[in-house]
């Protein structure tokens, strides 16, 4: 999908009506080829998308805050967090005819120009001060491109013009049928992409579509007379900048977006914003998407431990279900010394019944020792797995708590929103020998804090959203009088109200039950069950990990997932 200048253009103009005058609060990078910048302008912060994707690149503001995605800050990143946080956006402006979004930034030591170039292949995003670089995402060295160097220090070169292309509002019938004569066989939209400057393959093929009918219609095919009225009823709005930004859809799939009607394509639908239809053909290019990545290797431990785990349980079920093995063991010893004074020197094997009704026992004997000593070799295997027998429900009751902590750092991990709350996972993983090698380097920081939500009647809720935060919530934050939450039955956030003991409006614990459910493994059901009893009511495991805890006096409610 083309990012065109028509496209650059509505976004300059949004972009100059929602940001112009607001102030950089953070600047982040989004992941090796995108950055992000929250802006607070017009009483309300903005978050903008500015990415050099090979394939995606473009700009347009987002409908959620950009999160960071990168282990360590690039260079340019660096001079972004330096020079453009805290600065003022005072221009957004585009070259004629070019795919270049200018932002002029307004320091206490000077104006920094913010350069965007989302051209496919081309793309880069460069911080120029009085004309010079500072830094750009895509370095470019002489020997890459000779014109045109994209290095620290260097003169900032802008894109050379396209000199064998026309601005449309140039365009004549007499010029536009030159075109399509010089070459008979081509299809006609390609003639206006190579003619054209501005048009883009979508809006070429518009243009012929609402001429002929048809996308791929020959240059030869087209009458120019009927192809130039299209073009100038389409340019008639775009170049007065009265747009109509939409998306096409097919299939519940956003397949195109344009700041004009689009006919040619099937599913039509205009948004309110340029913005919003990029965001929507896009995906979501930030959010919790970012941490996919970092994410993988430390669910992968997490499985892997899980199922060592099960396994291990397995087989302890299974010894607590077979006791053959061991009575096998003390009548072998009882047999042997029955039998002893018919065994032969040199004998090593015995085969003898013990019950009338079952059959006969194959008994091995060790012919350098005794009978009597191997007949007390047996009772002592027989004695150590009595022993080994009286332990497994421990075993087992230590292996299910083991999953259950395993399965809440799973749902810690899923519910991870930052860089933090990764860690912690990962450092869990590796206090409890769950992590193989090296620990996965990130951005090195305080650790996370609990959510703390309050009410417009000023009750405070606080959430943990990990292990580590829950018990910072129910035994930190939490008094023996308030109100204690959780989703029955899954891992997931201890919540808990700030009551001090007095009654709790059905508001608020509707709202505290909703987060409860929202922070757990349940989150995507459409209602969950959730556990409510006073903090008093709430012990620790004894020798449990951190977070794990046994309630009793609860009550269940339903609540709908809502997030903070």
Known sequence: MNFDVFTISAVVDELTATLQGGRVQDSLELGNDAIGLEIYANHARHYLLISAHPQEARIHLVPDRVRRGVENPSPLG???????EGATLVSVSQPAWERVVHLEFEAPEGVFTLIAEPMERRSNILLVRDGRIMDCLRRVGPQENRVRVSLPGHEYVPPPPQKLKRAPNLLTLLLLQDALDADPGKAAWRTLTDSLLGFSPLLAKEAVYRATQSTTTRAGDTSARALFAAIQSLLGLLLERRWQPGVTEANSLVTSYAVYPVTHLVGWRATNTISEALARYYGAPVGIEAYDAAKKPIQAAIEEARQKVERRLEALKRSQRDESERERLRQSGELLLAYQYTIQPGQTHLSAQYDFDQPPLDIEIDPSISVVDNAKQYFEQYEKAKRAAAEVPDLIQAAEAEIAYLRQLETDLQLAANWPEIGEVQDALQANGYWRGPQTARPKGSRSAPLKVTTP???????????RQNEEVTFGKGKPEDLWLHARGVPGAHVIVKSGGRPVAASTLRRAAGLAAYYSASRG?????????????????????????TYRNESPIEAVPAKA
């Open 78 to 84: 660096l001079m972004l967090r330096r020079h453009i």
């Open 457 to 467: 009647e000023g009750i405070v809720i606080w959430v943990g959203r990990n292990s």
């Open 525 to 549: 059901e459409a209602r969950v069950l959730v556990d409510v009893t006073e903090r008093r009511h709430v012990r620790k495991i004894k020798g449990g990990k951190p977070g794990m805890v």
